[in-house]
């Protein structure tokens, strides 16, 4: 072939269509584009959690993680696995609700998910993860409802689920936890709001109410107001908006409203009606002004902390855009509801707004929580900042070829953002910092207001500074960089400061030592951990290095199925709280619950047979020692409490207060001596005789978590005290008869039982968890119910009869 007819051949249309690039389908181009953003908040988050999620590691850096949050969703999962409702947990605190805590992760369902699914390792590691993914993602939804451009929808997205990636926050479980529901919950309010139909509104305001309840569930106090008080703002802003421009008349925003108050009542009724009923009996009754001080912020500068890194950055591209919002006059309306949420959250947590605030809000039940963190309202900051940044890169597209225009939307940010924290004094690392992202963004802005079709480099510019960031706050230097700015003027606040990388190895933590294979072998004996030496008011909470591990503290005794008596929880049940502290020297902290030192008669109502203490002489005469796991020897006493004991005579107190006296005066023995309280007094079998008398014997023949079988042989009518804490939900029945249940030696139960020989059963049983579960299912039934009934009146009639057909 001559060269004339290979050009011949090259021109050929056929062959020319051989050698182009094959073309992308516009539908998967689209979906390529669509999945952009999201997929990049995922990436960015997964690798500043790598460690988390990919190397099998759990953090110390906050206490909460290994001595709250991962023993209590662990007994949640394995209880949920075993196919029962968790409703009483024997293995802290001598025993104490479980279902009904606020906390406990019931009817939180990624909680109850992921526990339920994977082992506990591995589902801790990767609820830390899930939260500030499923805000990020939340957050995206919901710019993207309200009409936003991807790249700005991604700024959101990114700013809120990588600032909390990156700090230490993202350890305080509750408030990421809260804060990603919110996003939800503010994404299905968006679709509600312009929903046209029925079923639409319907849908939407059922998805919102779930959403919402999962807030609540996430953190039944601070949290939970946050993210109301945000989709309140945002509620009111579109009720505005779509009034004004008469899309709404009045009766259709009390109709939505309506609609929203009723479906956030009823649908999570199996999450708040549990928690209601018994937070009264517990210790937050009294109140949290009776249980702690005031705690607000005193540093009015503190937000300066979002600008600087590494710690919770929420990125200086969308700080600076942040005051640009405004300037957006279709979505000025928002963008002033956020501000105004924004500005609200940080006065309430300031001292002297919250001062007088908390005086008030003291007196009224199931709010006086204001008094006990106020300065935790501030963090509606984090929901508030990156809303108004992702509108601020759509004011700044939109804005025109003015200049002194531009200069005045970043101007008033810049000073607040970049010049304050220069003028307070920062590390120098993190005046680098500041300057490199400043100079970036700067010239990110630059190029964006002569090119629009650069707002797609914006989130990719502010996830490489933001996970920069987050990566900074794991290594060494940035380690190093957060332990001297706390000396500076500006240092970082608790909450803010960086997440350094997880140190602790999950699985060798789950791991039972010999001290928890003896205390399994014992059967059903309660120990105590002592070591007054490196007790705190905190209890042994902030104890969680691994050569402090063998101590059993900080509830590992949830961990693996074993009895401890103390315990750390902010609800706990109210006479157990006021008993600790009655018998216990050391101020303790309103959450902590130890016993130091112990008495006898505590060891006694408790059942005590165990106590873990260090390497020495014995805790008490005639104790021997039965496992032993470096500096920690487990010391089993001379004689265990039997669980169950008759008494036939007793004394009577005229109040709880007075029998909590009589319990806890020196020399009282719980074993020979039974006090009972005046309002029980009619229902007991016989009048006070002979105090300290006890004639029969009471054997434990079957013993669930829930449940105790015993077998009673009673000379006379007697009182049959059990030593587990008393809590109403308990009933008993004797001999397949109901029988009372009365609080015995102001701490635990006591059952009343005839002479004779009898089978006493005791269970726990809260009603409340099945009114609330079954009132949930009546309303999604209700809604799925309604949505059919929509339907079928929207379907179209089918044709008319023939006259053939006839």
């Not at 700044?396 to 220069?422: F, T, Y």
């Not at 963004?441 to 989130?459: D, M």
Request: glycine residues 10%; hydrophobic residues 50%.
């Amino acid at each position: 072939m001559g060269p004339d007819n290979r050009v011949k051949t090259l021109r050929d249309p056929v062959e020319r269509s051989t050698i182009r690039p094959p073309r992308v389908p516009q539908r998967l181009r689209s979906a390529m584009v669509a999945a952009a953003g999201p997929a990049l908040i995922v990436a960015a988050v997964l690798v500043v959690l790598r460690g988390f999620g990919f190397g099998g590691r759990l953090s110390s850096q906050h206490p909460d993680i290994l001595a709250f949050w991962l023993p209590t969703y662990c007994f949640l999962g394995r209880s949920l696995v075993a196919g029962h409702v968790p409703a009483w947990n024997p293995f802290v605190m001598g025993g104490v609700p479980f279902a009904a805590d606020p906390q406990s992760g019931w009817m939180y369902l990624p909680a109850m998910a992921l526990f339920t699914a994977l082992p506990c390792d591995l589902a801790m590691r990767w609820m830390i993860v899930l939260q500030p993914l499923l805000g990020g993602l939340g957050l995206y939804a919901f710019l993207r409802s309200e009409g936003l451009s991807r790249p700005a929808a991604t700024v959101g997205g990114l700013s809120l689920s990588l600032g909390l990636s990156g700090s230490r926050l993202g350890l305080f479980l509750p408030f990421p936890s809260a804060f990603a529901w919110t996003a939800v919950a503010l994404a299905a309010s968006s679709k509600l709001f312009k929903a046209e139909s029925s079923s639409g509104r319907l849908l939407w305001a059922a998805a919102t109410a779930l959403a919402w309840g999962q807030i609540a569930a996430a953190h039944f106090a601070h949290g939970a107001v946050i993210g109301t008080l945000a989709l309140v703002t945002f509620w009111a802003a579109k009720a505005w908006q779509n009034v004004r421009s008469d899309r709404w008349t009045g009766r259709t925003v009390i109709g939505l409203f309506s609609l929203l108050a009723g479906s956030m009542l009823l649908l999570n009724l199996a999450f708040l009606l549990p928690r209601l009923v018994y937070l009264p009996d517990t210790s937050f009754g009294p109140g949290y002004t009776k249980l702690t001080p005031l705690q607000a912020l005193e540093a009015p500068a503190w937000p300066l902390d979002l600008s600087t890194a590494p710690g919770g950055y929420l990125g200086l591209m969308t700080l600076l855009l942040s005051g640009a919002a405004f300037w957006d006059r279709r979505r000025r309306p928002l963008a002033v509801a956020f501000g105004a949420f924004g500005l609200a959250s940080y006065l309430l947590g300031l001292e002297p707004v919250a001062s007088r605030i908390a005086s008030l809000a003291g007196r009224v039940p199931l709010l006086d929580f204001y008094v006990h963190f106020p300065g935790r309202f501030s963090l509606g900051l984090l929901i508030a900042l990156p809303v108004l940044g992702a509108m601020g890169l759509e004011a700044w597209r939109e804005a025109g070829p003015v200049r002194s225009r531009r200069i005045a939307m970043l101007g008033p940010a810049a000073v607040v953002w970049v010049a304050l924290p220069l003028a307070f004094g920062l590390h120098t690392g993190q005046v680098v910092f500041l300057a490199v992202a400043a100079a970036v963004a700067g010239a990110v802005l630059a190029g964006l207001a002569r090119w629009p079709a650069l707002a797609v480099t914006v989130p990719v510019v502010l996830a490489l500074d933001l996970t920069v960031s987050g990566l900074a706050g794991q290594s060494a230097w940035g380690a190093a960089l957060y332990r001297q700015s706390k000396a500076d003027p500006l240092g970082p606040t608790v909450w803010f400061g960086p997440l350094v990388a997880p140190n602790i190895d999950a699985s060798a933590y789950l791991r039972p030592d010999p001290i928890v294979r003896a205390l399994r072998s014992a059967g059903d004996v309660r120990y105590l951990s002592l070591a007054p030496e490196i007790a705190g008011k905190r209890g042994y909470l902030v104890n969680q290095r691994p050569k402090n591990w063998a101590l059993e503290a900080n509830q590992r005794a949830m961990l693996f199925a074993i009895q401890d008596v103390q315990g750390y929880n902010p609800v706990q049940l109210g006479r157990y709280w006021r008993f600790v502290r009655e018998v216990t020297v050391r101020r303790i902290d309103y959450n902590a619950a130890i016993f130091d030192p112990p008495t006898p008669g505590s060891m006694d109502l408790l059942q005590v047979g165990f106590i873990v203490g260090r390497i020495g002489p014995a805790p008490e005469a005639g104790a021997r020692e039965v496992a032993r796991v470096g500096e920690w020897v487990l010391w089993r006493r001379a004689t265990t409490p039997l669980l169950a004991s008759v008494f036939s005579s007793w004394e009577v107190a005229g109040s709880p207060d007075e029998a909590l006296r009589r319990v806890t005066a020196q020399g009282f023995n719980p074993s020979r001596y039974l006090v009972v309280e005046a309002d029980n007094a009619g229902a007991l079998p016989n009048p006070p005789s002979e105090t300290g008398l006890a004639a029969g014997t009471a054997d434990v023949t079957d013993r669930g978590a829930q449940f105790v079988q015993i077998e009673v042989s009673a000379e006379r009518p007697s009182v049959v005290a059990v030593r587990i804490p008393f809590e109403r939900n308990w009933h008993a029945r004797v001999d397949g008869q109901t029988a009372a249940v009365i609080p015995a030696n102001y701490l635990v139960q006591g059952v009343l039982v005839p002479a004779g020989d009898h089978v006493v059963e005791l269970t726990y049983d809260d009603p409340w968890i099945g009114y609330g579960l079954a009132g949930s299912a009546a309303a999604i039934l209700a809604v799925v119910i309604g949505l059919t009934v929509i339907r079928l009146r929207r379907k179209p009639a089918g044709p008319a009869p023939t006259a053939s057909a006839v």
